[in-house]
């Protein structure tokens, strides 16, 4: 213990040293946190009932101040165990109007003691989502990787910005490296570009859209969109909401987001989106931006990027490719043909917090023209960008930011990047593919099951339909088709208040509600992939 200390400088290492004496092993036997559970309470000695005021920056704060995180570092360690033993529910579920008078959520004037903390952070982690369990297949984001949680725990602690390399150096300079990476990986020349961290593939996206009005009509930063014509912009009728919702912001309006016709698998149709292109130049309208999309949310597609990018060369249109979801598929040497094509694209959204499992939120917009983000973006603050500083003015990366605050997103991909190397990405993500096809090649032939659509899944998404007995041989199409509509939303209902598994389920255009199926989990096994086929024939026998 000692010699731990010395290892801490400060004298907080003894200090430490000797709480944790004074506590006693903090740890269940044999270091195992298996028997340890959230819903733990302090032994009296260890009673909080002191306010958070006593904590650093108090003086002498620094005891208690260890103490307390001491503490929270037990819930969040039992928490992370829960979360990947099988035999714990993938969700406590309560009806939001139950969980609100289960619990005193209210704010109040006065100050809680840190027992009242502490217990409040027990409640929050008793009812949240286990991301991270092996059952978990909500969400394209899932999973928990133990250095990326580490890397966020670093960040928060750091609770640094990311405007400037005199306030965020190591963070910059990370950014830079991997941003370049990254454009290395999409096939740009010597990684040549720019790029940037964003809060979440949306508004990657609309840096995107924002990018392409100001390369065609350089003066609506000024002027705003009175002084352009009509401008349209084109994406997949299966593509991710946040193009039409980045239309609306910009001023562009959602009416002139033009949808073009997907086919049965969801790839977009390049020939119905010249069509359309030509269309619009006919009526006067300006074609400016074309979004493809690699990996559709619902059925994972990838449009066709060649094709499209040679429609977008003829017309002279910016090509982005919306990769929030399927751009990770760059990482491995099997799969990346799916993104033939991506190279040329102007612009490319890529979410590493999807099937990379890095913590949430981390998304990059990489942009192939270096330059064209400052100029479209910078606002010339004077008093966070001074001109006259005594170091490389271009690792002040804010002025391109369309945020000034910016939260540190990189240091969590960097640090699992040296972690786990590309090839521990690429066997990540070829093992959750592995998954998908495994529950395919499970479902297609089984009785009681349907595929939405015909062929393997182009990515982890896989889209069914569970037929009960009682609707499997019905004779009436219509009648037949009103049933199995009700059929998935009942399954999730209950899958949620057993709480053993959660997969989502939607319609799309004519097609019934069906489950989507979705792999990004490195904690999923085959074997989970069974159970999810037993536990939904289970729960949806007597539908």
């Given amino acids: 213990c000692q010699a731990a200390a010395q290892k801490l400088s400060g004298g907080i290492g003894s200090k430490l040293c000797g709480l944790q004496m004074m506590r006693g092993n903090i740890f269940p036997p044999s270091h195992s946190f298996k028997s340890w559970n959230i819903n733990h309470k302090m032994s009296p000695l260890l009673m909080f009932c002191f306010p958070s005021s006593d904590l650093l920056p108090a003086m002498d704060g620094d005891t208690k101040t260890m103490t307390f995180l001491q503490e929270v570092v037990d819930i969040l360690l039992a928490y992370i165990v829960e979360s990947f033993d099988r035999e714990t529910k993938v969700i406590d579920f309560h009806y939001p109007n139950e969980l609100l008078q289960m619990n005193n959520w209210e704010l109040q004037d006065e100050p809680a003691s840190l027992d009242d903390i502490l217990i409040s952070c027990r409640a929050t982690l008793k009812y949240a989502i286990k991301t991270a369990h092996p059952r978990y297949f909500n969400q394209l984001s899932t999973g928990l990787d133990m250095v990326g949680l580490a890397a966020d725990w670093l960040t928060s602690t750091a609770n640094t910005n990311m405007f400037t390399y005199e306030v965020a150096p190591v963070f910059v300079l990370l950014e830079y490296v991997s941003l370049k990476k990254m454009r290395e990986i999409i096939g740009w020349p010597d990684g040549r570009g720019d ?29 705003g969109m009175s002084s352009v ?15 039409k919702k980045g239309a609306a912001a910009l001023g562009i309006g959602t009416e002139s987001v033009i949808c073009i016709k997907a086919d049965e698998s969801g790839k977009m149709i390049p020939a119905d989106l010249e069509r359309r292109i030509l269309e619009a130049k006919q009526k006067g309208f300006v074609p400016f931006f074309v979004s493809a999309t690699a990996g559709t949310t619902v059925y994972g597609a990838f449009d066709p990027l060649i094709a499209i990018s040679d429609i977008c060369k003829k017309y002279n249109i910016w090509m982005h490719v919306d ?3 399927g751009g990770s598929l760059l990482m491995s040497r099997r799969h990346r043909w799916k993104l033939d094509g991506v190279e040329r694209a102007n612009s490319v959204t890529w979410n590493p917090h999807k099937m990379m499992s890095v913590p949430l939120q981390c998304s990059a917009l990489l942009v192939r023209e270096e330059g064209l983000m400052q100029n479209c973006n910078q606002m010339h603050a004077c008093y966070l960008f001074q001109q006259d500083k005594h170091y490389d003015l271009s690792y002040d990366t804010g002025d391109k930011a369309l945020q000034c605050g910016r939260h540190v997103d990189i240091f969590k991909l960097w640090l699992m990047w040296r972690a786990k190397g590309t090839i521990g990405f690429e066997a990540q993500i070829d093992k959750c593919l592995e998954l998908s096809e495994y529950l395919y090649n499970k479902i297609k032939d089984r009785e009681g099951y349907e595929m939405v659509f015909d062929g393997k899944p182009q990515h982890t998404n896989v889209c069914f339909w569970y037929l009960p007995p009682g609707i499997r041989y019905m004779e009436d199409k219509e ?3 009103k049933h199995l509509h009700k059929v998935a939303p009942v399954i999730k209902a209950r899958m949620m208040e057993y709480g053993t598994t959660m997969v989502s389920y939607q319609p799309q255009g004519d097609k019934v509600n069906f489950f989507r199926m979705v792999i990004s989990n490195p904690a999923a096994t085959f074997q989970d992939i069974d159970f999810l086929i037993e536990e939904i024939e289970r729960l949806g026998q007597d539908l």
């Fill in 229 to 243: 014509p009509r401008l349209v912009a084109f994406t997949s009728e299966h593509s991710h909401f946040s193009i």
């Fill in 195 to 223: 790029g940037i961290f964003s809060p979440g593939g949306a508004i990657s996206n609309m840096y995107a859209m924002l990018l392409a009005r100001f390369k065609m009509f350089p003066e609506v930063k000024e002027k």
């Fill in 323 to 325: 990769g929030a979801w």
């Fill in 479 to 481: 009648e037949k088709k």
